[in-house]
């Protein structure tokens, strides 16, 4: 089925470890978005892509980073977590009149 | 920038009665409008979205929500919910155009009991 697959579904990590959140679309779509979600904040935005090569921040992008290779994939890195960075992540692919989420993942820093 | 305020955090409500979740947008363009329903440990599922045209939108499930440009609401009704509507719900806006960027509100939990 078309859509956005976001592995892993769950993740702990230790304070200073680094990871990649994996996300690809077969869409085709140019624009890519992260986001994380945190109780009573709704998802912020933390990076986004509208097209391969082309990056730039969103809302929250402090502590990761992302690159964009190709059309289908835009994975996310955290380079040295943080407790702080323990939340819900949502990849998402979109045209301009609808987005398509992955089914998250979740990530606990101890 | 665009911003979003969901106006109820937590909406308590009994099975078959309605239920009306409100938004409000703020932004200096024109705007394109959703309604996401997340289920618990799920991703999120477009529930309905104004890009133009007639202001009263119907979804999925039985949702539907309107369009109000003067009061720059988005208020998203359901006249007779079941309890499988318990989720909590997101109301967005991006600003359409070439910005693709989705701005959320902080979420409205929905409980629905028998």
């Known amino acids: 089925n078309a859509g956005v697959t976001q592995t892993p579904k769950f993740q702990v990590l230790k304070t200073g470890q680094s990871m990649t959140l994996q996300c690809a679309q077969d869409m085709n779509h140019e624009y890519m978005s992260w986001y994380r979600q945190d109780p009573g904040m709704g998802l912020r935005l933390i990076h986004y892509s509208v097209g391969a090569g082309i990056t730039d921040q969103g809302e929250v992008p402090n502590g990761y980073n992302v690159s964009r290779s190709t059309t289908e994939d835009f994975p996310l890195r955290l380079l040295s977590a943080a407790p702080s960075q323990t939340s819900v992540y949502f990849c998402?692919?979109?045209?301009?009149?609808?987005?398509?989420f992955g089914s998250g993942t979740r990530l606990t820093v101890v | 920038a665009q911003s979003v305020t969901q106006l109820d955090s937590q909406v308590p409500v009994f099975e078959e009665a309605p239920v009306e979740l409100r938004c409000n947008y703020s932004s200096s363009v024109s705007v394109y409008l959703f309604w996401y329903v997340q289920y618990p440990n799920q991703g999120l599922q477009l529930l309905l979205k104004y890009l133009s045209g007639s202001t009263l939108v119907k979804g999925i499930n039985g949702f539907e929500a309107e369009f109000n440009k003067s009061q720059t609401s988005f208020h998203l009704r359901k006249p007779s919910v079941h309890i499988s509507d318990t989720a909590e719900y997101f109301c967005a806006v991006s600003e359409g155009g070439n910005d693709y960027k989705l701005s959320f509100g902080a979420g409205t939990t929905v409980t629905v009991r028998a």
């Open positions: 998402a692919s979109s045209s301009k009149y609808g987005y398509t």
